[in-house]
């Protein structure tokens, strides 16, 4: 379900002679401004911020014409976070500006929206040389800009699908683990070999000296890479770029199609791509999330971990258990639950998760989730019985039998579970015995 959302800027984005102003939208305040500062990477933070305004114009699965979807931006303590999903909400973009990218003071922390407007998409492909580059993201003078009455707004459809897409990618990309990193020269030849356009296929890459090798089977450290005309992308960043680092979660012969991450790292700023299990597949569907979203102890939580965040780069599990007074695996469970409002991301190159605010409807990722729906009225009508090592849900005319595994995970008797053996997440009837599960047997 789309809704249409105003975004309204003070004035158009620009790219002047004095340096780069990027426009911000509503969030932590009207127009709030994060950044004033310097560049010290111009030329590879314009094609990194191409890259994240290219993947929210595009739909690599049933190609449409462009959308009009601004990436949102948020202000960290000590970097600058430019993030987005493809139309098809099949690939994840986001590019980091680290510490070593700028010379200034991050001076407000939120998410935002901010402005990628056709004429500076332009205007940054022409962007080059060593020169630092001022930027400003947000108004420097918000009362000249407001008597000057020059305001923008742009009413787009908001997919749905992007909040649950952030809650998605976060549940899944917090279970990878770096799988190889290869130097930009060999990335460089690799990216090229790869079959490109609306290729379907799913590969997957072995590491191989300091490049990596396609094959069509999964094996252990393999990293699958499915549709690989995806990754396009990346390749305005390559010249800039020292390595090229690959993760994803471990995987074995047999193995079905999973997720991905393809980051490069130019020392100043990391862009990275998350590829979808597969190309028609987009994040918003994985279900990762959904037990999350279904538990009840959680989110008291999540409220509590909420409260306690900050806008460090990096969330620290410890010290939020400590302060919190819970254990380590309540924290990350709060953590994954945050998520799904899109208040808690992951990021694989620190192992870590880290804090921002999307300026969307909070609850919108549970009310529009089908199967999240479906199970709570199942459990709210009582449709749930307990029989010894199984339960039995009853929907409609039928009568499905769940059984929890000892990893946690649910099988059922139903379609569905038929259909993906548990590759994209519960059934709304396993979700509906987790929800009338007792609590601890919902922590575990």
Same mark, same amino acid.
């Given at each position: 379900?789309?809704?249409?959302?105003?975004?309204?800027?003070?004035?158009?984005?620009?790219?002047?002679?004095?340096?780069?102003?990027?426009?911000?939208?509503?969030?932590?305040?009207?127009?709030?401004?994060?950044?004033?500062?310097?560049?010290?990477?111009?030329?590879?933070?314009?094609?990194?911020?191409?890259?994240?305004?290219?993947?929210?114009?595009?739909?690599?699965?049933?190609?449409?014409?462009?959308?009009?979807?601004?990436?949102?931006?948020?202000?960290?303590?000590?970097?600058?976070?430019?993030?987005?999903?493809?139309?098809?909400?099949?690939?994840?973009?986001?590019?980091?500006?680290?510490?070593?990218?700028?010379?200034?003071?991050?001076?407000?922390?939120?998410?935002?929206?901010?402005?990628?407007?056709?004429?500076?998409?332009?205007?940054?492909?022409?962007?080059?040389?060593?020169?630092?580059?001022?930027?400003?993201?947000?108004?420097?003078?918000?009362?000249?800009?407001?008597?000057?009455?020059?305001?923008?707004?742009?009413?787009?459809?908001?997919?749905?699908?992007?909040?649950?897409?952030?809650?998605?990618?976060?549940?899944?990309?917090?279970?990878?683990?770096?799988?190889?990193?290869?130097?930009?020269?060999?990335?460089?030849?690799?990216?090229?070999?790869?079959?490109?356009?609306?290729?379907?296929?799913?590969?997957?890459?072995?590491?191989?000296?300091?490049?990596?090798?396609?094959?069509?089977?999964?094996?252990?450290?393999?990293?699958?890479?499915?549709?690989?005309?995806?990754?396009?992308?990346?390749?305005?960043?390559?010249?800039?770029?020292?390595?090229? =680092?690959?993760? +994803?979660?471990? $995987?074995? *012969?047999?193995?079905? %199609? #999973?997720?991905?991450?393809? @980051?490069?790292? &130019?020392?100043?700023?990391?862009?990275?791509?998350?590829?979808?299990?597969?190309?028609?597949?987009?994040?918003?569907?994985?279900?990762?999330?959904?037990?999350?979203?279904?538990?009840?102890?959680?989110?008291?939580?999540?409220?509590?971990?909420?409260?306690?965040?900050?806008?460090?780069?990096?969330?620290?599990?410890?010290?939020?258990?400590?302060?919190?007074?819970?254990?380590?695996?309540?924290?990350?469970?709060?953590?994954?639950?945050?998520?799904?409002?899109?208040?808690?991301?992951?990021?694989?190159?620190?192992?870590?998760?880290?804090?921002?605010?999307?300026?969307?409807?909070?609850?919108?990722?549970?009310?529009?989730?089908? =199967?999240?729906? +479906?199970?709570? $009225?199942? *459990?709210?009508?009582? %449709? #749930?019985?307990?029989?010894? @090592?199984?339960? &039995?849900?009853?929907?409609?005319?039928?009568?499905?039998?769940?059984?929890?595994?000892?990893?946690?995970?649910?099988?059922?008797?139903?379609?569905?579970?038929?259909?993906?053996?548990?590759?994209?997440?519960?059934?709304?009837?396993?979700?509906?015995?987790?929800?009338?599960?007792?609590?601890?047997?919902?922590?575990?």
């Amino acid at each position: 379900m789309n809704a249409v959302q105003t975004y309204r800027y003070l004035q158009p984005s620009a790219l002047h002679p004095a340096g780069l102003d990027l426009q911000t939208c509503g969030g932590p305040a009207a127009n709030p401004r994060f950044f004033s500062g310097f560049l010290t990477a111009p030329a590879a933070a314009a094609a990194g911020l191409l890259a994240v305004a290219e993947v929210a114009r595009t739909r690599y699965h049933q190609p449409v014409n462009p959308a009009s979807l601004d990436p949102v931006v948020t202000g960290s303590r000590d970097r600058l976070r430019f993030e987005s999903f493809s139309g098809c909400c099949g690939v994840y973009a986001r590019m980091d500006v680290l510490p070593a990218g700028f010379d200034g003071e991050i001076v407000g922390h939120g998410t935002t929206n901010v402005d990628v407007n056709p004429p500076l998409r332009e205007a940054l492909a022409r962007v080059g040389g060593i020169e630092p580059l001022h930027v400003a993201v947000g108004p420097d003078d918000l009362t000249v800009c407001t008597m000057d009455g020059a305001v923008v707004e742009k009413k787009v459809p908001l997919p749905g699908r992007w909040l649950r897409g952030f809650a998605e990618v976060q549940v899944l990309t917090a279970a990878f683990e770096p799988r190889a990193e290869i130097p930009a020269a060999e990335a460089t030849a690799f990216l090229r070999r790869l079959p490109g356009g609306t290729d379907r296929s799913v590969l997957w890459a072995v590491p191989a000296g300091r490049t990596l090798r396609l094959t069509s089977r999964p094996a252990p450290g393999a990293v699958c890479l499915a549709g690989a005309g995806r990754l396009a992308a990346l390749r305005g960043l390559l010249r800039h770029a020292r390595t090229l =680092r690959v993760y +994803g979660p471990p $995987v074995r *012969a047999g193995f079905p %199609a #999973v997720p991905s991450t393809w @980051e490069l790292d &130019t020392g100043a700023l990391r862009l990275s791509l998350t590829l979808s299990p597969e190309p028609y597949r987009g994040f918003s569907g994985e279900g990762a999330a959904l037990l999350a979203l279904a538990g009840d102890e959680v989110v008291d939580d999540a409220e509590l971990i909420g409260a306690l965040l900050s806008w460090d780069p990096t969330i620290d599990v410890a010290a939020l258990a400590d302060g919190a007074g819970l254990p380590d695996d309540r924290v990350r469970a709060a953590l994954a639950q945050l998520g799904t409002a899109g208040r808690v991301g992951y990021d694989v190159a620190e192992g870590g998760y880290f804090h921002r605010v999307m300026p969307y409807d909070a609850g919108r990722a549970e009310r529009d989730n089908p =199967r999240l729906v +479906g199970a709570r $009225v199942l *459990a709210e009508r009582g %449709a #749930v019985v307990r029989e010894g @090592e199984h339960t &039995t849900v009853r929907s409609g005319d039928e009568v499905y039998r769940v059984r929890r595994l000892p990893d946690g995970t649910y099988t059922c008797s139903c379609r569905w579970w038929a259909r993906h053996r548990g590759q994209r997440g519960p059934c709304r009837h396993a979700l509906a015995v987790s929800m009338v599960a007792a609590p601890a047997e919902v922590t575990a």
